[in-house]
């Protein structure tokens, strides 16, 4: 019952998360709540999985969000630029959005346990609600660092999904592997974004 209950939290702990991703224009709170993404997915997917290989998935996730936030950090040249044009309005409109997601995560979620038995329904609506959320996010911006985080919550949301079908050693180390070459793509496609940003105004 207090697996459960726990397991319940975090799937309220992924629709905050997400949710917060999807509206706020501060980098450095998206990649908090990233990490708090990865956490809360680390508890889902050890339901099915060995602690062992959760941690795993934790660590990997971890070691992403650190490297996006190096490399945005040292983009100082996008600051500015954020604030001035970054999602001016619309803000309702995604909190909408995301209420949209969650509904149809929980009417598909019984669906699914019904359909296949055994997940357990608060692995099943927290992967829908993150895989959901990463559509959704990729849909309303073209930032490079946003569509990164769209990306890798899509990611997560599978992941926690297939961990309760396949148990697999091999999956497992192979989509962690994915997920830290989604961040390092990420960080070199931001790299490569502010090279004329940063040429210009030495000119």
Do not use: C
């Amino acid at each position: 019952m207090t697996v459960e209950i726990i397991s319940w939290v975090a799937v309220g702990l992924i629709l905050a998360a997400a949710t917060i991703i999807l509206i706020t224009r501060d980098w450095r709170i998206s990649l908090g709540a990233l990490a708090v993404l990865y956490l809360a997915a680390f508890w889902l997917v050890t339901r099915h999985l060995p602690i062992a290989m959760g941690t795993v998935k934790l660590i990997a996730g971890w070691m992403v969000v650190a490297i996006l936030g190096m490399t945005r950090l040292s983009l100082t040249t996008l600051d500015k630029q954020e604030e001035e044009s970054f999602w001016a309005r619309g803000g309702w409109f995604r909190v909408v959005l995301m209420i949209i997601v969650a509904l149809i995560a929980a009417g598909s979620s019984f669906r699914m346990e019904a359909a296949i038995p055994g997940l357990g329904l608060p692995v099943i609506a927290g992967s829908l609600l993150l895989i959901g959320a990463g559509v959704v996010h990729l849909g309303v911006t073209s930032d490079l660092l946003r569509v990164t985080l769209g990306l890798l919550t899509l990611l997560i949301g599978f992941e926690i999904l297939y961990a309760a079908l396949e148990s697999a050693i091999l999956v497992t180390g192979l989509l962690a592997v994915v997920n830290l070459g989604l961040g390092i793509l990420g960080s070199y496609l931001m790299l490569a974004g502010s090279a004329p940003l940063e040429s210009e105004e030495e000119l």
